[in-house]
């Protein structure tokens, strides 16, 4: 035994690191926790509840203004006074928007962008509806006002929608803080439970074990000095006394204990490549897979500080993705540099892989200041994908050390890997980006088709009727009213079908569901006959993306028939055996394919089929003839089916 020991060693801890000390602080710091989220909910609501009004208020922008033009085109007693009312109420509306009411509660959301288009909705109210409503009152011509409504009304409608999106981020936010709270009480529980286990139980269990292990003459047994507390007071005085004992007996199996150190690294090598490999593969974002690499990497190495660098080839510039264990300060400074800055002095992303610098040393002023933070040390790996430099990722240290060859090695793995996964990510990216391009194509050409032809008729139908009305010729518009209603009533039948359509989804890959969804809404709008015939022979499903495809056609199709063929019996068959098949015939009128091939103008209804057939690589075929109908097969071969 130590004949003079130290007698301020067994003395109690200071108060600062006593476990009252702990638990109290811990205590106010989840008090503090819950009332924040608990002020952050309640603050939602109210912005949610003003937010709110300020939809139903700016809706009914649309609902005053067609009122008045209700009140311009029918002429009653006490127009005038009606419609100053109206314009009147929409002048109320929109300062009340603009002002806000926090009493009601009333308030637009706090965005920018959002302020803009109200004042933009208020400016076209001033600028162009309002006077155009005075003008109709005073010389009874109503029209500008009439072109100006759609204007108004679709402003309004973006405002709405802007209004709607911001309600949507605080509805999730609420719910987040909700769950939050939730999640709170469960993990305050849990931390708590774990937090008396961490600082009583688990000293105690280990002291007693301790206690067992030097009865049984094991004197090379430690406690772990972890804390301050008394707890700590306890395990500096065990292990004091297991160091006198153990000076007293010889240390057994030192080579067999130092083989079992070796084996246990390398296995823990190996994992980590493994599990390195693991995690990168998952389809987790940039940000999550940059941080979780770091992550591991500061784990296995225990590194002080990690950061991850992307390159720029155009500009030969490194900027910063990620970094953990770096102060703002240094990130900020370090968050874009040129390839040829160096670390601590001599190391460049073009060095060979690995460089770690003392940067006390003499002579050596280092570019990035890590000193600042306390580091001693850097080391620096590339990040490659196929022999290309992708970028770089360090490791920071607060003392100087120099890695062995094989944690070396293993680094350059990561790095290796990391490459890897981005470039897996990059061209994931491109493909997402790909296929939404082509899809907003189709649904740009159907748009154009749906709209463009009958838009053009009301356009010439409008000529006519104003043409007319200059020549007081009442039998003409009597005679172009009615088109006029016809047309509108088409586009809008249009603009309907579309919506549906692209709102079309697979419910678990559920083709015939959808089909005949399509079928019973086609029989509705048209009341032709129509017969759906499938037979699922042996083939199996087609994939999801094939299914959506085939549903497109059919719904252009039947579109076709709806539109331009006058048919009175529709037959719809697919036949799903080794080829999937899908056939619509009609008996309407018909077409000549020449003359219609003959013809200017783009028949975008017709191209948009050939092209959804052309991504899945399937055939399709349109046939027809002038007063016997048309028939549209659509052939996917076995070869060309994809795994469901």
Same mark, same amino acid.
């Given at each position: ?41 309640? +603050? ?6 003003? #937010? ?12 005053? /203004?067609?009122?008045? #033009? ?45 302020? %803009? ?7 076209? +109210? @001033? %600028? ?15 029209? #500008? ?32 803080? !909700? ?19 961490? +600082?009583?139980?688990?000293?105690? $269990? ?29 395990? /500096? ?27 246990? #690294? ?13 995690? $990168? ?67 460049? $992303? ?146 309907? %079908? ?9 419910? !678990? ?7 005949? %969804? ?19 022979? !042996? ?9 959506? !495809? ?13 539109? @331009? ?5 529709? @037959? ?57 109908? /048309? ?14």
């Amino acid at each position: 035994m130590d004949p003079n020991p130290d007698p301020t060693q067994d003395k109690l801890p200071e108060l600062r690191h006593r476990l009252s000390t702990r638990i109290v602080a811990s205590s106010l710091v989840a008090l503090v926790v819950v009332l924040g989220m608990i002020a952050t909910t309640l +603050w939602l609501s109210w912005r949610l509840e003003g #937010a709110g009004a300020a939809i139903n208020d700016t809706g009914s922008l649309r609902m005053r /203004a067609h009122r008045i #033009a209700v009140e311009l085109l029918v002429p009653q007693d006490n127009r005038e006074g009606r419609v100053f009312e109206q314009l009147h109420v929409v002048d109320e509306t929109l300062a009340r928007l603009a002002k806000g009411n926090a009493q009601r509660p009333l308030l637009l959301p706090d965005n920018r962008y959002i302020r %803009e288009q109200l004042a933009d909705v208020t400016q076209y +109210w @001033h %600028e162009i509806a309002r006077p155009g409503a005075r003008q109709a009152l005073l010389s009874g011509d109503s029209r #500008a006002y009439l072109a100006s409504l759609p204007e108004l009304a679709g402003r309004a409608d973006v405002l709405v929608s802007m209004i709607e999106s911001d309600n949507a981020g605080k509805t999730a936010a609420l719910r987040v803080a !909700q769950g939050g709270l939730a999640a709170l009480a469960v993990m305050g529980t849990l931390a708590m439970i774990y937090l008396l286990y961490l +600082w009583i139980i688990a000293p105690v $269990l280990r002291l007693r074990d301790g206690l067992q292990r030097m009865a049984a003459r094991e004197f090379s047994t430690r406690l772990p000095v972890e804390s301050r507390d008394e707890f700590g007071v306890l395990a /500096a005085g065990y292990n004091r006394m297991a160091d006198e004992l153990e000076s007293l007996y010889s240390s057994l199996e030192q080579r067999v204990e130092e083989k079992t150190r070796q084996l246990a #690294a390398q296995n823990l090598e190996i994992t980590a490549l493994f599990g390195m490999a693991a995690f $990168l593969n998952q389809p987790n974002d940039i940000e999550a897979m940059c941080d979780g690499f770091l992550q591991r990497v500061l784990r296995q190495f225990e590194a002080d500080g990690a950061s991850i660098r992307t390159l720029d080839p155009e500009h030969q510039r490194l900027s910063l993705v990620a970094s953990i264990g770096l102060s703002r300060d240094l990130t900020d400074s370090e968050h874009c540099m040129r390839v040829d800055d160096c670390y601590c002095g001599e190391a460049t $992303l073009g060095d060979k892989v690995f460089v770690i610098r003392d940067m006390r040393r003499k002579g050596k002023a280092p570019v990035l200041n890590c000193h600042r933070d306390g580091f001693s040390g850097v080391a620096v790996f590339r990040i490659v994908s196929r022999d290309a430099v992708l970028g770089s990722f360090s490791l920071h240290f607060h003392e100087y050390r120099v890695l062995p060859a094989s944690a070396r090695q293993l680094l350059e793995s990561f790095g290796q890997l990391l490459g890897v996964a981005f470039e897996n990510r990059r061209l994931d990216a491109q493909a997402r980006e790909l296929a939404v391009v082509q899809e907003r194509g189709l649904v740009a050409q159907g748009l154009h088709d749906s709209l463009a032809q009958g838009l053009n008729f009301l356009n010439l139908q409008l000529q006519l009727l104003e043409a007319a009305v200059r020549r007081n010729d009442t039998a003409e518009i009597e005679e172009i009213l009615p088109l006029l209603r016809a047309g509108v009533a088409e586009g809008y039948q249009d603009v309907r %079908e579309l919506l549906t359509n692209f709102r079309s989804k697979l419910e !678990q890959g559920d083709l015939r569901m959808a089909v005949e %969804e399509t079928i019973d809404r086609f029989r509705r709008q048209t009341g032709c006959d129509t017969v759906l015939e499938i037979q699922h022979a !042996q083939g199996a499903p087609l994939a999801l993306g094939q299914q959506l !495809q085939v549903l497109f056609i059919l719904q252009e199709a039947l579109s076709n028939v709806r539109k @331009h063929s006058g048919a009175k019996r529709v @037959h719809v068959r697919i036949d799903n055996a080794r080829d999937f098949t899908l056939e619509v015939v009609d008996d309407g009128r018909g077409y000549d394919p020449q003359e219609v091939a003959e013809r200017t103008e783009v028949h975008v209804g017709l191209d948009i089929m050939r092209e959804r057939a052309a991504r899945m690589n399937a055939i399709i075929r349109l046939e027809s003839a002038p007063g016997e109908g /048309a028939r549209v097969v659509l052939l996917l071969p076995a070869s060309e089916r994809l795994a469901a």
